[in-house]
């Protein structure tokens, strides 16, 4: 007797309902190869509606089916891979809106076309970065917006997976860069807001500004020199590396200081600790000159002036107290010149006693930032020498007074031999006098700065530094020498002097 016509069938490789000898409804099918299994429904011998399409390695697809194609929403997953796909099909590939999960735990939620990334989508990757924007063949293209896994966070625009074009860059540190980009880098006109307030508006290269500066120049001669007790005011520029100045950068912080030519003292035994701690403390300074240097404290004038940009931290990091009195004391010094006519003879004191503020409370310059790479350091004084620089004085007059003791051969050539004993004799009492005053120099009764050489140094202490590189320190000479007497002046009290600074 026949089986009813509408009735299960079953066969070596399909288990269900049939119709008209054509597999219709339910039904169970495994395929020749043995690597396919179907479980859902049928329609006139063809998986129609809903179904699952099962692979011998473990991976499948469930949802639904069109005239024997995987058309509609299913949910489709890959063993090998451990990737989980849930949206739209169309003939079995990836079509239309749908969720991809990624084994390694990335995401992508978002508009597929024949199985490629296409249209508005997110994206996640395994390390937390996030896209949001346009897909075109897979990669990001397009307008788009990205926060990657150091908390940067770019929008703007894609080509083919790299930033290029126009794009704004919002840095975790505070950093925020506008402009063009190429090749996923800075590139062409853009401009930096740095963390550091930095602000640098030019022409990029690689991802490198173009027009940054480079290195920094104290303007004037080789050898700056500066009156004994006066203010003086120093320029600074910041220079490309064609030597022209950096007016496309704003905001470096510079800060300027001194130093004088260091000299070892040397210890005797009776050294006791806290000197040795102190000599420890103090470290030397290389300069270009061919000679360390350590450190002299410089001041400023106040009276009528504000800080700049006194809310700016990083402009702070100077002690600030309210007592100037190492101020005062250099202008009430200067003022003394003039009554007096500049001549020193006519002081009442040569080493009047006026205090001195120690070097660790006095009002240092304030650090400064530049403006279209240009800083001026204006009103800078020279303040009186510490008691930790006396013995290098008392070096540099030891050593003057070696160099000076005899005249040089040329003119030795030409002295008779009792113009030889005037000369030794006047120098031999210069000395003893000069020897004399010097055992009664202390930090208290020296009014200025020592006429004499120094070191001005201009440093880059920008913090952070502008892109991680701090320019280097700029240095130059000062010569201090002594106020230009109004009336005659008087050669002994001069030579008799406080000894030059080498």
């Known amino acids: ?67 024997g194609e995987i058309t509609g ?37 978002g508009e597929f076309a024949f199985g490629i990334r296409e249209g508005h989508s997110l994206l996640v990757d395994k390390d937390g970065q996030t896209y949001s924007g346009a897909f075109y063949s897979n990669k990001k293209h397009g307008d788009g917006q990205m926060t990657f896994q150091n908390g940067d966070h770019y929008e703007g625009n894609w080509v083919l997976d790299q930033r290029q074009g126009h794009g704004v860059l919002h ?16 590139s062409g006109q853009g401009t930096m807001i740095h963390c550091s307030g930095v602000i640098y508006d030019g022409p ?82 290389e300069t270009p000159f061919g000679y360390e240097c350590i450190n002299y404290p410089l001041s400023y004038i106040t009276e009528g002036k504000q800080p700049q940009n006194s809310s700016d931290p990083s402009l702070m990091d100077q002690t600030e107290v309210e007592s100037s009195n190492a101020l005062q004391t250099v202008a009430s010094d200067h003022e003394l010149l003039h009554e007096t006519g500049g001549d020193p003879s006519n002081r009442q004191d040569e080493y009047p006693k006026i205090s001195v503020s120690d070097e660790d409370t006095a009002l240092s310059p304030p650090n400064k930032r530049a403006e279209m790479g240009k800083v001026s350091f204006e009103d800078v004084v020279f303040v009186p020498p510490p008691a930790r620089l006396l013995h290098l004085l008392e070096y540099n007059d030891k050593t003057r007074k070696k160099a000076s003791g005899r005249p040089n051969g040329e003119k030795a050539e030409k002295m008779t031999v009792s113009q030889e004993k005037i000369e030794d004799s006047r120098s031999e009492i210069l000395n003893k006098e000069r020897k004399g005053k010097l055992e009664n120099v202390t930090a208290d009764n020296i009014t200025t700065a020592i006429t004499g050489e120094y070191v001005v140094m201009v440093e880059d202490v920008t913090s952070p530094p502008f892109l991680g590189y701090a320019l280097p320190t700029a240095f130059k000479l000062v010569r201090i020498v002594p106020e230009k007497p109004k009336g005659k002046s008087n050669r002994k009290s001069e030579m008799l002097n406080v000894p030059t600074v080498n």
């Open 73 to 109: 929403s299913g949910q489709r997953y890959w063993a090998a891979m451990g990737n989980t796909y849930s949206g739209g099909f169309q003939d079995g590939e990836l079509h239309g809106h749908g969720v991809m999960k990624y084994k390694d735990g990335g995401r992508y939620e």
């Open 171 to 186: 840095c975790v540190d505070g950093s925020i860069y506008e402009g063009q980009w190429r090749n996923d880098v800075f």
């Open 204 to 285: 990029w290269i690689n991802g490198h500004p173009a027009d940054v500066a480079k290195k920094i120049t104290v303007l004037g001669e080789d050898v700056i020199e500066v009156v004994q007790g006066s203010p003086a005011t120093f320029h600074v520029e910041l220079r490309k590396e064609d030597g022209e100045r950096a007016e496309n950068e704003n905001g470096r912080v510079l800060r300027i200081c001194a130093g004088i030519k260091h000299i070892p003292s040397a210890k005797s035994q009776a050294t006791n600790i806290l000197e040795l701690i102190e000599d420890f403390e103090e470290i030397p300074m």
């Open 1 to 67: 007797m026949a089986a009813p016509r509408n009735g299960p069938r079953i066969s070596q490789h399909y288990v269900g309902d049939v119709r008209k000898q054509l597999r219709h409804g339910y039904g169970i099918y495994v395929y020749a190869n043995s690597f396919f299994r179907y479980e859902g429904e049928w329609e006139d011998g063809k998986k129609h509606g809903h179904g699952k399409l099962l692979f011998r390695d473990g991976s499948y697809y469930e949802g639904q089916f069109v005239r």
